[in-house]
T-cell receptor, first 111, second 114 residues
């Protein structure tokens, strides 16, 4: 079956540093991936997505990298700010109707 | 513009009672998802509606769970004979066209079954 996992459950970074959050997936048929940010007491908020025909996609201060060879996804946040503190989820979708979500990485930004 | 809204925001109920959770998707969004998020866990897919097609109910954990979507807009998730293990945050999301499109989430309904 499919599985989505995160290498690190927690991550602490200094304000202004870059953050990298990693995600592994197991289904080679997955072809669409999303990163979400979830702040305490709120629903997940879309950050960025990437399709399997791409290796890299950039947004505002965020970059998602997809390595299909090793089935690895990463989210890079540039110049991390205190407002970036949240739980970050990756999600994958393959041939079915479902997104499969990881359990999340908690990012804490130290002022 | 208006996002996805859910009501109630919090619900406390007694074991064995039925509960109804409501989701109002973004206007014009044809796809609607329900998820469950237990404390410290990722999101668990429950059900997916797309337009007038039959819903994908493959994620519903038991026959106590059901969902409807009336008129292709508002959706109601019903949990019958609630159990303590049903306690979780129930999240609704909608997207413009369905699969492999950005999903926009509501704030969730926090359900506590005593």
């Amino acid at each position: 079956g499919e599985s989505v996992g995160l290498h690190l459950p927690t991550l602490s970074v200094q304000e202004g540093d870059n953050s990298i959050i990693n995600c592994a997936y197991s289904n080679s048929a997955s072809d669409y991936f999303i990163w979400y940010k979830q702040e305490s007491g709120k629903g997940p908020q879309f950050i960025i997505d990437i399709r399997s025909n791409m290796d890299k996609r950039q947004g505002q201060r965020v970059t998602v990298l997809l390595n299909k060879t090793v089935k690895h996804l990463s989210l890079q946040i540039a110049a991390t700010q205190p407002g970036d503190s949240a739980v970050y989820f990756c999600a994958e979708m393959g041939t079915g109707n479902q997104f499969y979500f990881g359990t999340g990485t908690s990012l804490t930004v130290i002022p | 513009g208006a996002g996805v809204s859910q009501s109630p925001s919090n619900k406390v109920t007694e074991k064995g009672k039925d509960v109804e959770l409501r989701c109002d998707p973004i206007s014009g969004h044809t796809a609607l998802y329900w998820y469950r998020q237990s404390l410290g866990q990722g999101l668990e897919f429950l059900i997916y509606f797309q337009g007038n097609s039959a819903p994908d109910k493959s994620g519903l954990p038991s026959d106590r769970f059901s969902a409807e979507r009336t008129g292709g807009s508002v959706s109601t998730l019903t949990i019958q004979r609630t159990q303590q293990e049903d306690s979780a945050v129930y999240l609704c999301a909608s997207s413009l066209a369905g699969l492999k499109e950005t999903q926009y989430f509501g704030p969730g309904t926090r359900l506590l079954v005593l």
